[in-house]
C-alpha cells in the first residue's frame, strides 16, 4: 500500500469521519435525492431573462394578448371622483422626494428612489379610504415566496422563489371579460417561434417539489391576490430591459393567479368557472409597465381550447428629468436643474 515507482498508485477506501463536520459535508449524488425525477423541470425565477420577452411568456402560460387596459379601469382612472386633491403637485411633490430630497447623495441611486417612489405613490393612494372604505381592506406583503407548477405538452414548467411586492385584498378583483369573449379565445392560435426552443433561458433540473403554493398560510385574512409590483434595481444581474421586463410581470402574475385557483379549484385541469383576476405594475422609477391577467383555465397543455386575457399598457413615462445638475452639452444647457 506505498507508492513505488513504475507501479501503479494504491487506492484508498474513503475515510469516513465519526462526526458531522458541515464544513467538509459531501451531498448524496443528484440521482439519490428524494425529489429527484426522471423528467426535468424549467423553472422561471426573480433573475430569469427569457430570450423572446412577451411571445414566449405568452407561449408559456397559453395566453392572448390585448393592447391597452380595459375601458372599466381607464373610467376609474379618468372619474373626478376618483382622484385626489391637487392631485399634479402632489405627485410632483413624491418624485421631488424621492429623486432630491430622500437620501444627502447629489445622484441617487436607482435601487434608492425606484421604491421610495413606489410606497409615495401608493400612500397617496391610500388616502382615498375616506372615499372608498373597502381599501382598508388591502395589506402589502413582501418577501413571500410563490410555487405554480404546469404542463405545457410533454414539458414541465414552474414559477417559483420570491417576486415583488404583493397587494392582497380580502375580496377577489371581477372578472374582467364576459364569457363569451372567454369561449371566442377558443379560435385564438399562439404564436411559435421556432426554431427557437421555448425552454430557453429556463434553469432546467431535476430535483424539484411538485407542489403549488401561494406563499401563505390557510386561514389568512387577505387571501386574493390584488395587485404585484416590481422594482428595478441598480444590480446587473437583476437589471431587465423593458421587454423581459413585462415578461417576467406576466411569468409571475400567471403563478399567483395559478397557485391561488388550485387552491380553490383543485388540481385536475378545467375551465375555471369563475376566472382569477390578478394585476401587476413595475417601474424603473420612470417608465411605467401595466399588466391585467384573466386565468381562465388550468388546463394548459395542449394549444387547443380556451386561452387566458392578457391585458397590457406599456412604457408610460411619469416624467421627462429629475436632474440635480444641469445637462451642459457644447457649453449649451440641454436639460436644466
Not at 411586492?165 to 372578472?175: E, Q
Not at 416590481?230 to 393567479?257: C, H, V, W, Y
Request: charged share 25%; glycine share 4%.
Amino acid at each position: 500500500m506505498h507508492y513505488v515507482p513504475g507501479l501503479a498508485k494504491p487506492i484508498f477506501p474513503d475515510w469516513q469521519r465519526d462526526w458531522h463536520d458541515p464544513h467538509h459535508y459531501r451531498g448524496p449524488k443528484t440521482e439519490e435525492m428524494k425529489l429527484h425525477k426522471e423528467n426535468p423541470c424549467y423553472v422561471f425565477n426573480q433573475r430569469t431573462k427569457i430570450l423572446e420577452g412577451v411571445r414566449q411568456a405568452l407561449w408559456l402560460t397559453k395566453s392572448k394578448l390585448i393592447q391597452g387596459l380595459p375601458e372599466h379601469i381607464l373610467s376609474l382612472a379618468e372619474d373626478s371622483a376618483n382622484q385626489i386633491e391637487d392631485q399634479d403637485e402632489r405627485v410632483q411633490q413624491a418624485i421631488r422626494h424621492a429623486r432630491f430630497w430622500d437620501t444627502t447623495a447629489i445622484r441617487p441611486k436607482r435601487d434608492r428612489f425606484c421604491p421610495v417612489l413606489l410606497r409615495d405613490l401608493l400612500h397617496l393612494c391610500g388616502t382615498l379610504q375616506v372615499k372608498h372604505t373597502s381599501l382598508s381592506k388591502r395589506i402589502l406583503a413582501e418577501n413571500y415566496r410563490v410555487a405554480a407548477l404546469w404542463n405545457r405538452d410533454t414539458d414541465v414548467f414552474q414559477v417559483r422563489g420570491l417576486n415583488g411586492m404583493l397587494l392582497n385584498s380580502m375580496t377577489p378583483l371581477p372578472a374582467v371579460a364576459p364569457s363569451g369573449e372567454v369561449l371566442a379565445t377558443e379560435n385564438h392560435t399562439l404564436e411559435t417561434f421556432y426554431p427557437i426552443s421555448p425552454t430557453i433561458d429556463l434553469q432546467s433540473t431535476y430535483v424539484y417539489d411538485q407542489k403549488n403554493d401561494t406563499g401563505f398560510r390557510d386561514g389568512y385574512p387577505y387571501p386574493h391576490a390584488h395587485t404585484l409590483f416590481f422594482t428595478e434595481t441598480e444590480d446587473s444581474a437583476a437589471k431587465f430591459k423593458p421587454e423581459q421586463l413585462r415578461a417576467k410581470m406576466i411569468m409571475f402574475a400567471f403563478g399567483n393567479a395559478l397557485a391561488r385557483a388550485k387552491s380553490l379549484y383543485g388540481e385536475h385541469p378545467q375551465v375555471l368557472k369563475h376566472p382569477v383576476v390578478i394585476q401587476s405594475i413595475a417601474t424603473d422609477g420612470r417608465l411605467f409597465q401595466f399588466i391585467v391577467l384573466q386565468l381562465n383555465t388550468t388546463d394548459l397543455g395542449p394549444d387547443t381550447g380556451v386561452k387566458n386575457l392578457i391585458w397590457m399598457d406599456q412604457d408610460q413615462l411619469l416624467y421627462d428629468y429629475a436632474k440635480c445638475r444641469p445637462l451642459i452639452k457644447k457649453k449649451i444647457i440641454k436639460v436644466s436643474t
